[in-house]
């Protein structure tokens, strides 16, 4: 059974934790830091049902490297 209405949160948080009056809170400190330490790719659903597994992409992946340094070669 659903309750038909909660009460709004209330405000528990101590007077003396004012955020924004705190030094050194900044939004985003280290977003630039997370960015070019980490390599995610988003891939189109149609692809994404292709791979089972983060492992076979990279399979898949490997493969055509290796395909196209052997086809530049020749």
């Not at 909660?6 to 009056?21: I, Q, S």
């Not at 960015?35 to 898949?60: G, M, R, W």
């Amino acid at each position: 059974m659903k309750k038909e209405h909660e009460a709004e949160l209330e405000d528990e948080l101590r007077p003396e934790y004012d955020f924004a009056t705190m030094p050194g809170g900044v939004r985003g400190k280290y977003a630039d830091r997370v960015k070019h330490s980490t390599n995610v790719v988003i891939l189109d659903p149609d692809v994404a049902q292709a791979f089972p597994t983060d492992a076979a992409v990279n399979e898949a992946l490997r493969l055509l490297v290796n395909l196209a340094k052997t086809t530049t070669q020749l």
